[in-house]
């Protein structure tokens, strides 16, 4: 074969394998459209599988990968410890992580490591949980939700602990230790959850810094004020006061700033409904 025949060849491959990769690209994005309808119909086995076709098609198509790692998500079902089910959140993880050695642009490294943490916490595996939420935030340092969430990792947390301490000791979650056979318990407790009632506080804190009215994590740091003061509290009675008086406050800003977005979302209906109702004006 002369030169002039192998570069023939060699050409002749080279198209034909562009024109393959060409065609499959085509075939992962019917795939990914595909599955996209399915999952808007909530027909998640479906969509995994269409999805999982679309990555086969064409492995660097991340926005597949989310998706198929977002269908796993919604087929995992909290606290259901059957093998299928974990399997389910396993492979979710695992394709978000997937998603992440892509080097995906910034939007979709903070879900996918959001959409970990996510089935982390679902699946009551709180410093995994942690950690993830935490590497979002160095990603997005600035989104309120991020800090809320780590708010309340801290509060399922403690009240886990408390749960589980307390009721081995034939109390209820609600009891306080605060009488002289409690030391030991407070100090387990203590033990276990005071950095992280204190963590949880702290971004809770931060969270409704950058979003003045986030009534529901006023509503958790309302909850981690009674942890605080019932679980890990017992020995100084002045504090115990002083938390469930912050509790107290923090319940009630809750309150008033749901109470203060239900009367502006009523007054955009009745607006809404007025200008509707007003006949424009002939000229």
Known sequence: MNRGTRLASVLAVAAALLTTAGCNKLRARDQLNKGVQAYKSANYEQAIEHFKNAVEYDEDLKVAKMYLATAYAQQYVPGVDTPDNLRN????????????DGNPDR?????SLKGIAYLYLSMKKFDQA???YKK???SDPNDPDLYYSLGVIAWTQSYKDAAEVKGNAGMRIEDVLKNKGDEKLCEQLRAKDAAVIDEGMKMLETAINKRQDYDD???YLN????RKANDVTCDDPAARAQYNKMAEQWSDKAMEARKKKAEEAARKTQGGIILEATPTPSR
Not at 107 to 111: D, H, S, W
Not at 223 to 226: A, H, P, S, T, V
């Open 223 to 226: 909850l981690l004020y009674r």
């Open 107 to 111: 939007t979709m490294r903070v879900n």
């Open 217 to 219: 994590a006023m509503l």
């Open 130 to 132: 942690r950690e993830y």
């Open 89 to 100: 959140a396993q492979q979710g993880i695992d394709t978000y992580q997937r998603v992440l």
């Open 136 to 138: 979002a935030l160095e």
